[in-house]
């Protein structure tokens, strides 16, 4: 089956540094690709979908600033986390899309991030 | 924009019965997909079952099965004889462009 990588798994880091969370599919091509973030014990919030060589598409009361977000290759994804604040601590969790309209969404395992 | 709501924060279930979870969705969309995952404690995002709305008939996976009213805009879940690794969250989802979660439901299997 088609494999997501996400890395790295978990991170910790400093207030006021950035952090790079990668998201890869493995064995397929992904014109699109998803952030979530998720807080304890809530649901995934979409934060933004990115599409191969183009801008990321955000969602409201994302900063964009803050979260940048590449999708430079068909097979890779970054979001970065720029200047980090301890409210951004949070379960981050990519999906990628297989090419075709209606095909299904496969996950990361997702990135815990600490901001100490 | 579609909107997803799982009504029950959280279910319990005896190791062997049938429980069911329930999702309504709201959308102008004629054309989507509905989804339910299983995150267990490890966080890992594990599909369950799949649902296109262009068809009619009920999705169905082993134990898991699907009970799909798009006149009504429902999705429930139904699990059938319950074992204790069934224990997550569940996760309704829809999708047309991009996937959208309900909230949860969190699903104890007792013994």
């Known amino acids: 089956g088609a494999v997501v990588s996400q890395h790295p798994s978990w991170v910790i880091c400093k207030s006021g540094t950035s952090v790079k969370i990668e998201c890869r599919s493995l064995?397929?091509?992904?014109?699109?690709m998803f952030w979530y973030r998720q807080f304890p014990k809530q649901s995934l919030m979409l934060m933004a979908t990115?599409?191969?060589?183009?801008?990321?598409?955000?969602e409201q009361g994302v900063e964009k600033d803050k979260f940048l977000i590449n999708h430079a290759s068909l097979t890779l994804s970054t979001l970065t986390v720029t200047s980090a604040h301890p409210e951004d601590s949070s379960f981050y969790i990519c999906?990628?899309?297989?090419?075709?309209?209606?095909?299904?969404?496969?996950f990361g395992n997702g990135t815990r991030l600490t901001v100490t | 924009a579609q909107t997803v709501t799982q009504s029950q924060p959280e279910m319990s279930v005896q190791e062997a019965e049938t429980v069911t979870l329930s999702c309504t969705y709201d959308?102008?969309?004629?054309?989507?997909?509905l989804f339910w995952y299983k995150q267990p404690p490890s966080r890992q995002m594990i599909l369950v079952i799949r649902?296109?709305?262009?068809?009619?008939q009920n999705a169905t996976e082993n134990r898991f099965s699907v009970n799909f009213q798009k006149a009504a805009k429902s999705f429930s879940l139904k699990i059938s004889d319950s074992q204790l690794g069934d224990t997550a969250m569940y996760f309704c989802?829809?999708?047309?462009?991009?996937?959208?979660f309900g909230a949860g439901t969190r699903l104890t299997v007792k013994p």
């Open positions: 959308t102008s969309e004629n054309n989507y997909y």
């Open positions: 999906s990628a899309k297989e090419t075709g309209n209606w095909s299904p969404l496969h």
């Open positions: 990115s599409n191969e060589g183009s801008k990321a598409t955000y």
């Open positions: 649902q296109e709305a262009y068809k009619q």
């Open positions: 989802a829809f999708m047309n462009l991009d996937m959208r």
């Open positions: 064995d397929f091509q992904a014109t699109t």
